[in-house]
Structures are given as C-alpha cells and as structure tokens.
C-alpha cells in the first residue's frame, strides 16, 4: 500500500503536477464526495495534506508549483514514512481505504482464507517490511525465512548431483 502511494506520487511527479494537484487527484480517489462512512457516522472524510508523505520540514519548504519529489520505492516499504505513521495512526483513513478497496475488489478474504479478525490493519506489510503471505499454506513467512529455505533447496540439490 505505501509503495503504492509513493509510486503515484512518482508518476505525478514526472507529469510535472504540481504536488497541490497530486494531493487533490489522491483525495479525490480515496475520499469521495459522497462518502457512506461519513454520511453514516455524520463526519468529514479524512484528506491528504503534504505532510502526509513528507516531512513537515520538507513540506513547509515546498513552493506551490513544486512537484512531490521522487520517493525511492524499496526505501518507502522498508523504513518508516510519514505515510506509514499516518496508516498506523488514523483508523479513518484505514477505513476509507478499506472501502475503498473493498468497492473495487469485493470483500477482505478474511473467513476463506483462514484469517479470522476483520481488524486486519492494512499497514501490516507497510510497517512489518519483508512479511509475505504464501497462499497455498496461509501461513506468514519472513523474507529471511524464505532465503534461507531456497538457499538450502540449492545446497541439497547440488549435494544429490554429485
């Protein structure tokens, strides 16, 4: 999800938007004007400001016209962003997304797949860099894990070739 968001900031970026615009085209997608958690709940939708994906330092440095900068993609999912914070920290803009997501893909696969809390953050592979999910078993294995285990494979295959 984090990749995700910095990924269209770069696009935006290349497309020479200015982050303003960026920000809008981003709030547009994710909080529409006629949103059902709002209208049920009798509350604003949550939006995204600069500082949502840069520091608050950086932000009040940016000129109006200025464009987000480039955001290196790896680094965004293995360290902590602003954007990460503010997915960990705000349960409305898990929400809005989640229903966002449900909307255009259907339902979280929570009771199909074995999974059995509909609390599933959604920043849990944002904030916990290196989890993957293997389908087959659903079970949850580290990217170290899954290293070692093919580097392994490797060894015993080649020690049953010789």
């Given amino acids: ?84 914070q503010l997915l960990e920290g705000s349960e409305a803009v898990r929400s809005h997304l989640a229903h966002l997501y449900q909307g255009t893909f259907g339902d979280w696969p929570t009771e199909h797949r074995g999974l059995t809390s509909t609390d599933t953050s959604l920043t849990s592979a944002a904030v916990e860099p290196g989890v993957m999910v293997d389908h087959t078993t659903l079970f949850s294995t580290t990217a170290s894990e899954i290293s070692s285990k093919k580097l392994e494979e490797t060894t015993d295959n080649g020690s049953k070739s010789s």
């Avoid at 990749?3 to 994710?30: T, V």
């Avoid at 949103?35 to 009040?60: D, Y």
């Avoid at 200025?66 to 602003?82: H, I, Y």
């Fill in 1 to 84: 999800l984090v990749a995700g968001f910095y990924a269209a900031l770069n696009s935006s970026m290349w497309q020479r938007l200015p982050h303003e615009k960026a920000l809008k085209l981003l709030n547009d997608l994710c909080f529409p004007e006629h949103c059902p958690i709002c209208a049920e709940e009798k509350t604003s939708c949550p939006r995204f400001v600069c500082e949502s994906f840069v520091s608050k330092t950086f932000a009040s440095s940016m000129a109006q016209e200025e464009t987000f900068p480039w955001f290196d993609l790896t680094a965004a999912q293995l360290r902590e962003s602003p954007f990460s």
